[in-house]
């Protein structure tokens, strides 16, 4: 089945410590988004990329960090710079055109200990 | 910046009720998207509005696009329970596709 596959489902942090989200999609899109949903906010572009080797900050950028080797995966990291990582993260997948849908995978709830 | 807001940000419904939940911006938006998630799940697309005025109808749900392409409406007729779940509008930021999410409106169904 073509989809978006995102892991862990949960993870916790501890202070200082670096954390690597996956996302991984096999529906051949050019471009990936991660979003951070914190309760009662929507969901906030953190990083985006729309194509290979190329990624380009979003709303909130600070604290995390990307990249993009190959079309299929986008890996996202939490750094210890980002003091507040507490959220539930979103990768979503889609062609690299305006007046498409968005594909998302079924999150990443992460916790700081 | 310019965002896309969502009133209301939470709406409590009895079952079998109607009710609407609205998406407005201060810019004209080419197009408008609308998500839904359920509890513990990820959004999921629900429909595209880019005409002018256009209405679009899915069994129970309304969408619609302002005549003025700076607001549009989701009303749902006769609640169930399996309405339950955020509604997310969207707007599109650029021309590859980049979209900008409102908070959403949560929806509570009482049975």
């Known amino acids: 089945d073509g989809g978006i596959t995102q892991s862990p489902k949960y993870l916790f942090r501890k202070e200082g410590q670096n954390v690597t989200l996956s996302c991984e999609q096999n529906?051949?899109?050019?471009?990936m988004y991660w979003y951070r949903q914190d309760p009662g906010q929507g969901l906030r572009l953190i990083y985006y990329?729309?194509?290979?080797?190329?990624?380009q900050k979003g709303d909130i950028a600070e604290g995390y960090s990307v990249s993009r080797e190959k079309k299929e995966s986008f890996p996202l990291t939490v750094t210890s710079a980002q003091k507040n990582p507490t959220a539930f993260y979103l990768c979503?997948?889609?062609?690299?055109?305006?007046?498409?849908?968005?594909?998302f995978g079924s999150g990443t709830q992460l916790s700081v200990l | 910046g310019q965002q896309v807001m969502q009133i209301p940000q939470y709406q409590h419904v009895q079952e079998g009720e109607d009710f609407t939940t609205y998406c407005n911006s201060s810019t004209t938006l080419s197009n408008i998207q609308w998500y839904k998630q359920r509890p513990g799940g990820h959004p999921v697309f629900l429909i595209q509005l880019v005409k002018s005025g256009e209405v679009k109808k899915q069994k129970r749900l309304t969408f619609q696009f302002g005549e003025a392409k700076k607001n549009s409406s989701l009303h749902i007729t006769a609640t169930q329970t399996t309405d339950v779940g955020t509604y997310f509008c969207?707007?599109?930021?650029?021309?590859?596709?980049?979209?900008?999410f409102g908070a959403g409106t949560q929806v509570v169904v009482t049975p």
């Open positions: 979503a997948s889609g062609p690299r055109r305006v007046n498409e849908k968005l594909f």
């Open positions: 529906l051949n899109h050019d471009a």
């Open positions: 969207a707007r599109a930021t650029d021309s590859w596709g980049k979209l900008q």
């Open positions: 990329s729309q194509i290979v080797n190329d990624f």
